[in-house]
């Protein structure tokens, strides 16, 4: 921080009223003093980096910052304003801002004034000091980090001051967390609401990162140079891990983020006391990580393997919901023999319904093309970073090509990885390492993946595959019943966790190539999935003094969530009563499997709901079993919560009577 400001880098009388006036009256002393070399140009890349994401912090701090070709060296600048200024913080105003200049590619440095800036700028004793300061060197020496005399304290402030002392001077625990999940819906934001919620009663400073199936808005660097710990509650991988490296990272489940968020933040605590460190750095910089998951090298290899299908299953979802809905919209307007029609390019006529729905099949029908080798890429993706990217495409490609399908996009996929990792642990000369990433590595593991599933493994997965296709549409009576009730504990046992998603991934899988059977195992899946927040919905209107007060309200927004094919509406009630809530909604969610599977309801789309409803085969069969699967989980949740004998002390005496249940 020594070259980094001077006294006429400092303006203690800061005028400016908006973020863009302050970094200009800012920037112009950096011209002045030969930092910066275009003023317009510089202001533009602040304002760019600004438009990403605000750089307030709490505590009246405003941190604009940004890499610039039109910076000649490392710099930064202070401004105070004594009216603030707005700089996005969720408190207010800042009243401190420092304005840092990197050069363009200068990643180092940048990194290293943001870290260490925000570190002082946690401390209030720093702060209070900048606040109170009346002479622009001495600002500047202290933000060097220098020693400057203190001035003599105020009796008549001295007598006041030991009431506060303590408040001011305690430094709240700062978390940065990760939260994401396989199809980044609703785990994903419920780890981070549960975390949130957690660290506020435990007076902790916690600022989360949603890595979602929309998108996600990274964390500052400043917020994470300043944080004492890292959580991740994830169960597909956290993208780049390296901004974490050097903390103390807590590193599990997203089921644990939503179901134990005080004993993660407690561990984490614990981690920074005991000075544990991530060593997520370099490496991953160069070449990328030697192995990646939520379990990292660490954990046992069926967890490890899990999180590597399930990264692959997050990223062909998107593909599947576009491709499945667009082919079951198709064959609503234009009937089953849509399919064979002639391709649009030659043959479309704007005012016919034909040629609209056979647009849309088409354009499914590529969407579809997609799944397996999206499958197999993200998998060896999760696994070994973008250097699988090339051969996992390529073997997912192959894997259609020999007609292996599904399966083998999974096996290409792991075979990827597996192979990138290899040639990763090689030691290569360092003029070598800037061009393993984007040629040798995908190179050599492309041809090995080629060589494996051309000549080795390709046949007899595509046998495999066949084999289970063929099981899948010979399916009936009571084979098919007993499938469904397989499915339907699956998909409600643990309600959006692995076993959940490894039902769902089965029946994503049969829509890769549909066939009859793979489409009634798609209907008696989503159909499952739907019941148990919709048992416990109905539970919680017709035996309300058995819930809690706040069951009821999440029971009202339970409807909702199972209408519209989210699982985990229920878990907050599991969560809460695991032996009572789980066994019931297994047993409906069974029933209502078997039912789809035995009245021979089909889905092409790879979601439930009731906006599918007009995309199902036998539509009112499927409605029944749902509602049939609904009763059987709300007439056992009932009767286990009814056998405690006593009603919910919370419940208001003159609450609404009760509604009988209809079972």
């Known amino acids: 921080m020594s070259e980094l400001i001077t006294a006429e880098l400092v303006d203690l009388d800061?005028?400016?009223?908006?973020?863009?006036?302050?970094?200009?009256?800012?920037?112009?002393?950096?011209?002045?003093?030969?930092?910066?070399?275009?003023?317009?140009?510089?202001?533009?890349?602040?304002?760019?980096?600004?438009?990403?994401?605000?750089?307030?912090?709490?505590?009246?701090?405003?941190?604009?910052?940004?890499?610039?070709?039109h910076v000649a060296a490392p710099t930064l600048a202070f401004g105070r304003s004594a009216r603030g200024i707005d700089f996005g913080a969720a408190d207010g105003p800042a009243d401190l801002v420092f304005l840092i200049a990197a050069p363009a590619g200068a990643d180092d440095d940048h990194l290293t004034i943001l870290s260490s800036l925000a570190r002082r700028l946690m401390?209030?004793?720093?702060?209070?000091?900048?606040?109170?300061?009346?002479?622009?060197?001495?600002?500047?020496?202290?933000?060097?980090?220098?020693?400057?005399?203190?001035?003599?304290?105020?009796?008549?402030?001295?007598?006041?001051?030991?009431?506060?002392?303590?408040?001011?001077?305690?430094?709240?625990?700062?978390?940065?967390?990760?939260?994401?999940?396989?199809?980044?819906?609703?785990?994903?934001?419920?780890?981070?609401?549960s975390l949130e919620a957690a660290a506020r009663a435990e007076?902790?400073?916690?600022?989360?990162?949603?890595?979602?199936?929309?998108?996600?808005?990274?964390?500052?660097?400043?917020?994470?140079?300043?944080?004492d710990a890292v959580i991740w509650a994830h169960d597909v991988d956290v993208r780049e891990k390296a901004r974490f490296g050097g903390k103390p990272v807590v590193d599990t489940g997203v089921k644990a983020g939503i179901n134990r968020p005080a004993e993660l933040i407690a561990e984490a605590r614990r981690k920074a006391?005991?000075?544990?460190?991530?060593?997520?750095?370099?490496?991953?910089?160069?070449?990328?990580?030697?192995?990646?998951?939520?379990?990292?090298?660490?954990?046992?290899?069926?967890?490890?393997?899990?999180?590597?299908?399930?990264?692959?299953?997050?990223?062909?979802?998107?593909?599947?919901?576009?491709?499945?809905?667009?082919?079951?919209?198709?064959?609503?307007?234009?009937?089953?023999?849509?399919?064979?029609?002639?391709?649009?390019?030659?043959?479309?006529?704007?005012?016919?319904?034909?040629?609209?729905?056979?647009?849309?099949?088409?354009?499914?029908?590529?969407?579809?093309?997609?799944?397996?080798?999206?499958?197999?890429?993200?998998?060896a993706y999760g696994m070994a970073d973008r250097p699988a990217l090339v051969p996992?495409?390529?073997?997912?490609?192959?894997?259609?090509?020999?007609?292996?399908?599904?399966?083998?996009?999974?096996?290409?996929?792991?075979?990827?990885?597996?192979?990138?990792?290899?040639?990763?642990?090689?030691?290569?000369?360092?003029?070598?390492?800037?061009?393993?990433?984007?040629?040798?590595?995908?190179?050599?593991?492309?041809?090995?993946?080629?060589?494996l599933m051309f000549i080795v493994v390709g046949k007899p997965i595509a046998s495999l595959q066949n084999a289970l296709t063929d099981w899948l549409n010979g399916l009936s009576g009571s084979n098919a019943v007993i499938l469904g009730v397989v499915l339907g504990l699956m998909m409600c046992f643990d309600m959006g966790g692995p076993l959940n998603k490894v039902a769902y991934a089965f029946a994503v899988g049969g829509l890769a190539d549909p066939t009859p059977g793979s489409l009634k195992v798609m209907a008696a899946v989503m159909a499952a999935g739907m019941v148990p927040p919709l048992a416990m919905a109905l539970a919680t209107t017709v035996r309300r003094r058995l819930f809690t007060r706040t069951e009821r309200e999440n029971g009202r927004a339970a409807w909702v969530l199972g209408a519209s094919f989210i699982t985990e509406g229920a878990i907050p009630f599991a969560a809460a009563d695991p032996l009572r809530v789980i066994p019931s909604v297994m047993a409906g969610g069974a029933v209502t499997g078997a039912l789809s599977?035995?009245?021979?309801?089909?889905?092409?789309?790879?979601?439930?709901g009731v906006f599918v409803v007009p995309l199902i085969g036998e539509p009112?069969?499927?409605?029944?079993?749902?509602?049939?699967?609904?009763?059987v989980s709300t007439a056992l949740v009932v009767a286990l919560k009814g056998m405690r004998g006593k009603p919910d002390k919370a419940a208001p005496a003159d609450d609404e009577a009760e509604v009988p249940v209809a079972a």
């Open 203 to 227: 007076g902790v400073v916690l600022n989360v990162e949603t890595q979602g199936s929309a998108g996600f808005e990274r964390l500052d660097p400043a917020v994470i140079a300043a944080a």
């Open 392 to 451: 996992g495409f390529v073997g997912g490609a192959i894997a259609l090509t020999i007609d292996a399908g599904f399966l083998g996009g999974l096996v290409a996929g792991l075979l990827a990885g597996a192979a990138v990792m290899a040639i990763q642990r090689l030691k290569v000369h360092p003029t070598l390492r800037g061009i393993m990433p984007v040629l040798v590595i995908p190179l050599l593991a492309s041809i090995a993946v080629g060589f």
């Open 620 to 631: 009112f069969l499927y409605l029944l079993a749902i509602a049939t699967g609904t009763v």
């Open 597 to 608: 599977m035995a009245f021979g309801c089909t889905l092409r789309a790879p979601h439930g």
């Open 14 to 69: 800061l005028s400016a009223e908006t973020k863009s006036a302050a970094a200009r009256s800012l920037a112009g002393r950096m011209v002045a003093a030969g930092r910066v070399t275009d003023l317009d140009g510089f202001l533009a890349d602040v304002a760019s980096r600004e438009a990403q994401m605000p750089t307030g912090l709490d505590g009246g701090i405003g941190i604009p910052h940004c890499r610039s070709e």
């Open 273 to 379: 006391e005991r000075g544990e460190i991530s060593r997520v750095s370099d490496e991953h910089r160069e070449q990328g990580p030697r192995t990646r998951g939520s379990a990292g090298a660490s954990g046992h290899f069926g967890v490890r393997l899990r999180t590597y299908l399930m990264s692959g299953v997050s990223y062909m979802v998107p593909f599947v919901a576009a491709g499945g809905l667009l082919i079951a919209l198709s064959f609503a307007i234009g009937g089953y023999e849509i399919a064979s029609a002639k391709s649009v390019a030659d043959h479309f006529v704007w005012g016919e319904a034909a040629s609209w729905a056979a647009l849309l099949n088409q354009i499914g029908s590529a969407a579809f093309g997609f799944l397996v080798p999206v499958l197999a890429g993200y998998i």
């Open 123 to 193: 401390d209030p004793g720093f702060t209070g000091a900048l606040r109170a300061e009346g002479d622009p060197a001495a600002a500047a020496a202290r933000i060097r980090g220098e020693e400057v005399p203190a001035a003599a304290p105020d009796p008549e402030e001295t007598e006041v001051a030991p009431a506060d002392t303590e408040s001011e001077t305690a430094q709240p625990f700062r978390i940065v967390a990760v939260t994401s999940c396989p199809t980044g819906i609703a785990h994903t934001y419920m780890a981070a609401e």
